[in-house]
């Protein structure tokens, strides 16, 4: 009898609602999708520059699904790996075929590996006439970014600080926001002569002080105590550490104005953070369809994501991550001048 | 006794959330240094209108007039002592954090903010309790720390919201008397108010039902003109519900 009403109350909370029962039902779904997008996607096409004599390969390369980039000089080729264009340069130099590897992403690392090896096999099989061509098959590579005992950890440490950071300070921020305006405190507030503003900017120096300290345990902890490479500056990895906890601050305490309770909070984590990992980098966008991958775009941890692993793994300084910096600034004052906005919901003056 | 212009002035004002008019056509007058009581059962639209009293919401039509400005204006709430119906206080933070808070939003300056902080305290009584944390705190007393933060920049003007709810007889006597002796010092004081007896202390009344306001008076004078020996009857005589 109890029992029984009890469950009527609670199905009667949950379709009174309506938004905890959507996202039950649609967000699994949702995950699901992107998940089953990202990991289902087709298989990564790498994109090799041939220089010189390497030019030859190119047929043999194609076949294998790698997308060629021909040269003419070798300092061009080098500025197109730098530049993150491709992912191999191939030359050869005394019959050796010399393999430049971008090297910052495993899985691209791999698929020219893959392609290059499948090729090489195809040339030994029609080049049981000419005896000479498979001579000197075995190809010297050499590392760019990164090197041959990288680990995956090594690839997704730079992202994940990014990601983890995003995630907590967004809920955090949030939900004590949202507890201002549960609690009554946000219409207590707003009955002072402070200004909507300075409630946002308070927020936002608050907690800004806080996350100081947090990217720098963080940034810490992750590359003396976890030991994951670390190429650049320490200083600028905490440069990004921190304006991603700002973008992360400044959307979470936005978005607790459209939650009701702490439970709403939370329910954004599959709407606003966990496509956002999906999205930021982790795995390689190309593979991804044109409209996803421009939703990634618009995210900031896709830009916090690129700038940390423009610095931790590619060694690059601020001319690599300066519009990163730029963007992310940009990201945390349109969530704040945003949320000075959503406040008129409370006091319109 | 009062010929200089009303504290508040009210005209004709309407509010509606939604399709729901919460307040509709009220019109009424405060004076300087009186306290001025809202009575009226829960959803009459008390609250609502103490609201658009401190400009926090805007009236759909009509206009609210305080001190001689119209609100909504952010100036004024630098005049107003605001205690809303629930307690908004931080309950993680001690009661001296909180306070220290408000007089800062205020801009009391360091020393003057010690001394009020220690006198509006000893108003409601809560001296020993100034350290303790909020959420150690009872009902009660969180209802009179709250009334101290409204008190403490000395406002001419205190809006409070059913501020003694919830607290023992012989305190809500003493902040009665408290309230009166800030009425002789100049203070305007308007109060909601659900508890029919409470009400007669006010100076004047505003009775309030389903979003009317249906009568205007001192207690004195609405009992006479409904021949009632009781607020609540009188009341009842307004409300249409006659005995």
Redesign the interface.
């Not at chain 2, 401190?54 to 805007?58: K, L, Q, S, Y």
């Not at chain 2, 909504?72 to 100036?75: A, D, R, T, V």
């Given at each position: 009898m109890r029992i029984g009403a009890l469950t009527l109350r609670i199905l009667r909370q949950f379709i009174h609602d309506k938004r905890t029962m959507a996202l039950m039902f649609v967000a699994p779904l949702l995950v699901l999708s992107l998940m089953s997008l990202v990991f289902g996607g087709e298989t990564y096409k790498p994109n090799i520059g041939l220089t010189g004599q390497a030019a030859v390969l190119s047929k043999a390369l194609t076949k294998h699904d790698a997308q060629i980039v021909k040269y003419s000089a070798e300092e061009e080729g080098t500025l197109a790996l730098k530049n993150g264009e491709i992912d191999a340069l191939i030359s050869i130099s005394g019959g050796t075929p010399k393999v430049i590897l971008e090297g910052s992403n495993p899985t691209a690392n791999r698929a020219v590996m893959q392609a290059l090896e499948q090729a090489a096999r195809d040339q030994q099989i029609s080049g049981q006439a000419q005896a000479q061509a498979r001579v000197s098959i075995q190809p010297q590579v050499s590392y760019l970014y990164g090197s041959a005992d990288m680990k995956t950890i090594d690839r997704f440490g730079p992202i994940m600080i990014g990601v983890f950071v995003f995630f907590f300070v967004f809920l955090i921020a949030g939900v004590s926001f949202l507890r201002e305006r549960t609690t009554g405190t946000l219409e207590r507030l707003l009955a002072t002569p402070l200004k909507r503003w300075e409630i946002v900017i308070g927020y936002v120096c608050g907690f800004g002080i806080f996350t100081v300290f947090q990217a720098l345990l963080i940034s810490w902890f992750s590359i003396q105590v976890l030991g994951i490479m670390m190429a650049g500056s320490f200083g600028y990895v905490m440069l990004i550490t921190l304006l991603l906890s700002m973008t992360a601050l400044t959307l979470g305490t936005l978005l607790s104005a459209y939650a009701g309770n702490e439970l709403q909070m939370i329910q954004f984590i599959p709407l606003v953070i966990v496509p956002q990992i999906f999205l930021c980098g982790l795995f390689p966008l190309d593979t991804l369809p044109l409209w996803l991958q421009r939703v990634g775009y618009a995210t900031p941890l896709y830009y916090g994501a690129e700038a940390m692993t423009n610095i931790m793994i590619r060694g690059k300084g601020w001319n690599a991550v300066a519009t990163d910096v730029y963007l992310l600034i940009t990201f945390s004052l349109v969530f704040m001048v945003l949320n000075v906005l959503a406040l008129r919901k409370h006091r319109k003056m | 006794m009062n010929q200089e212009a009303p504290v508040i002035t009210v005209s004709h004002i309407r509010k509606a959330f939604g399709s729901k008019v919460v307040l509709e056509d009220i019109s009424l007058k405060v004076r300087k240094a009186e306290t001025f009581g809202l009575l009226g059962p829960s959803g009459s639209g008390k609250t609502t209108l103490v609201r658009l009293l401190?400009?926090?919401?805007?009236a759909d039509s009509g206009e609210v007039h305080v001190l001689g400005v119209k609100v909504?204006?952010?100036?004024l709430?630098?005049q107003?002592g605001?205690m809303?119906q629930?307690?908004?206080?931080?309950?993680e933070l001690s009661a001296k954090d909180n306070l220290e808070f408000?007089a800062s939003?205020?801009?009391l300056r360091k020393e003057q903010r010690n001394k009020r902080i220690k006198e509006v305290m000893e108003i409601v009584n809560l001296e020993e309790h100034l350290r303790k944390k909020v959420n150690q705190y009872s009902g009660g007393m969180k209802r009179r720390l709250s009334l101290a933060i409204a008190l403490l920049h000395e406002p001419p003007l205190l809006i409070l919201d059913e501020p003694t709810v919830g607290i023992d007889p012989v305190l809500r006597m003493s902040i009665w008397r408290e309230l009166k002796a800030l009425n002789k010092r100049g203070t305007t004081i308007v109060l909601t108010t659900h508890v029919m007896d409470e009400a007669e202390k006010c100076d004047r009344l505003g009775m309030i039902r389903e979003g009317r306001l249906l009568a205007e008076d001192t207690p004195a004078n609405l009992l006479q003109a409904t021949g009632s020996s009781s607020i609540e009857e009188a009341f009842l005589y307004y409300g249409g519900v006659r005995s």
């Open positions: - | 401190t400009g926090i919401d805007e909504p204006k952010l100036s709430l630098s107003i605001y809303a629930s307690d908004a206080l931080y309950s408000f939003l205020y801009g």
